[in-house]
Each structure stands twice: as C-alpha cells, then as structure tokens.
Nanobody, 123 residues
Framework: QVQLVESGGGLVQPGESLRLSCVGSGRTFKLYAGWFRQAPGKEREFVAA????????WFGDSAKGRFNIARDNAKNTVYLQMNRLKPEDTSVYFC?????????????????WGQGTQVAVSS
C-alpha cells in the first residue's frame, strides 16, 4: 500500500511561485503520479500527471504554460512547480497514485490519495 504525503503549500501573492512535493512510502507509484485540486464548493479537478517510467507529462487547462511536474524515482517523490500563481489557483492540492487502468486525467483512475496541502493566493 502506498501512502502519500504532500507538503509545500502556503499563502503567496499573485504572480509568485510555489513548489509542492509529494513523497510516497511503501510500494512505489505504479504508472502515473497525479496532482488534483479542490476549491471550496467545487469538484476536484485534474491539474497534472507524470508517467513514472517515461517522464511524460499531462496538464489540465488551468496548469498549461504555468505549472510543471517532475518526479524523482529514487526518492519516490513527485513535484508540482507552480508559477505565476493567480487567486483562482487557491485550492487544496492533492497528490494521487494511478491505479493502473483508466485515463491519467480521470479522478476515478487513482486509488491512493494524500491528505492535501492548502495553497492560497491573495494580495
């Protein structure tokens, strides 16, 4: 069983950057590691994902051009670098491990989730 622990959230001003980390313990990420976010009153949405073997990335519309995703296999860690943050990026960000089947952008494809880390963007 993989356990995931996110860190790196906080309060920043618009235009600033944050880097989130997610460390996996136990069995390693299977195929993909993903980041999702959920704002109050909204559904959880896909942000980014990365192939654990090929390093290929995927990005949701909100992340394209501003966010980057990377992984360190040796450390079982996936990172989300968030640049040019906007107030609408304010959310709880969750790391997740893909269950082996289904689309990398589909919440239902992920079977292990972290507890989330809060990101707030405000002036």
């Amino acid at each position: 069983q993989v356990q995931l622990v996110e860190s790196g959230g906080g309060l920043v001003q618009p235009g600033e950057s944050l880097r989130l980390s997610c460390v996996g313990s136990g069995r390693t990420f299977k195929l993909y590691a993903g980041w999702f976010r959920q704002a109050p009153g909204k559904e959880r949405e896909f942000v980014a994902a990365i192939s654990w073997s090929s390093n290929s990335p995927w990005f949701g519309d909100s992340a394209k051009g501003r966010f980057n995703i990377a992984r360190d296999n040796a450390k079982n860690t996936v990172y989300l670098q968030m640049n040019r943050l906007k107030p609408e990026d304010t959310s709880v960000y969750f790391c997740a491990s893909h269950g082996g089947t289904g689309s990398v952008t589909d919440i239902g494809s992920y079977d292990t989730w972290g507890q989330g880390t809060q990101v707030a963007v405000s002036s």
